[in-house]
T-cell receptor
Framework: AQSVTQPDIHITVSEGASLELRCNYS??????LFWYVQSPGQGLQLLLK??????LVQGIKGFEAEFKRSQSSFNLRKPSVHWSDAAEYFC?????????????FGAGTRLAVHP | GAGVSQSPSNKVTEKGKDVELRCDPI?????LYWYRQSLGQGLEFLIY????????KSGLPSDRFSAERTGGSVSTLTIQRTQQEDSAVYLC??????????????FGPGTRLTVL
């Protein structure tokens, strides 16, 4: 069965520091991968997605993610974190099943940013 | 509007009461989804609509939960005889072309339900 693991429940970084949020997936075929961000009291906003092609994907707000098939990973990175990046981040894998792209989400990583 | 909207944003109810949660998808999106996000949990899929029909209801946790969609647009999630374990944030999402592998779901701000 498909699954997504986000090993870090909570991460704290200093403003200006680099960030990497880990995501590992379990899926038998070519995965379709997504990162969403949820700010406090808000819905989920799509940061970036990977379907095929270049394994380094650029997203909004200066985020990028790299798909590594050999490691079954899709880690999210940002070179310099801003205080406004404090939020919860969700990785998801999608597959077309039953006529639609079914998303399986990880449990999320909550990011805190210290000034 | 430009995005998915949900109402109410917050709902407090007493145990045993019925509640209705509303979702307005992005105009032109034929697919609509409901998810539940319980405290400290990830997102749990509830139901998927294509047009007005629901091909996948597999995530509805009990027969107290039901949903409908009318006119291929607005959807209502109804919870009957609410229980305290129903307390959660209920998120709605919509997408343009559900059968495509490149289809992307766009989420609303959610309804926070508290059952006392």
């Amino acid at each position: 069965a498909q699954s997504v693991t986000q090993p870090d429940i909570h991460i704290t970084v200093s403003e200006g520091a680099s960030l990497e949020l880990r995501c590992n997936y379990s899926y038998g075929a070519t995965p379709y991968l997504f990162w969403y961000v949820q700010s406090p009291g808000q819905g989920l906003q799509l940061l970036l997605k990977y379907f095929s092609g270049d394994t380094l994907v650029q997203g909004i707000k200066g985020f990028e993610a790299e798909f590594k098939r050999s490691q079954s990973s899709f880690n999210l990175r940002k070179p310099s974190v801003h205080w406004s990046d404090a939020a919860e981040y969700f990785c998801a894998v999608g597959r077309v099943s039953g006529g639609y792209n079914k998303l399986i989400f990880g449990a999320g990583t909550r990011l805190a940013v210290h000034p | 509007g430009a995005g998915v909207s949900q109402s109410p944003s917050n709902k407090v109810t007493e145990k045993g009461k019925d509640v209705e949660l509303r979702c307005d998808p992005i105009s032109g999106h034929t697919a609509l989804y409901w998810y539940r996000q319980s405290l400290g949990q990830g997102l749990e899929f509830l139901i998927y609509f294509q047009g007005n029909s629901a091909p996948d209801k597999s995530g509805l946790p009990s027969d107290r939960f039901s949903a409908e969609r009318t006119g291929g647009s607005v959807s209502t999630l109804t919870i009957q005889r609410t229980q305290q374990e129903d307390s959660a944030v209920y998120l709605c999402a919509s997408s343009f072309q559900a059968g495509s592998v490149t289809d992307t779901q766009y989420f609303g701000p959610g309804t926070r339900l508290t059952v006392l």
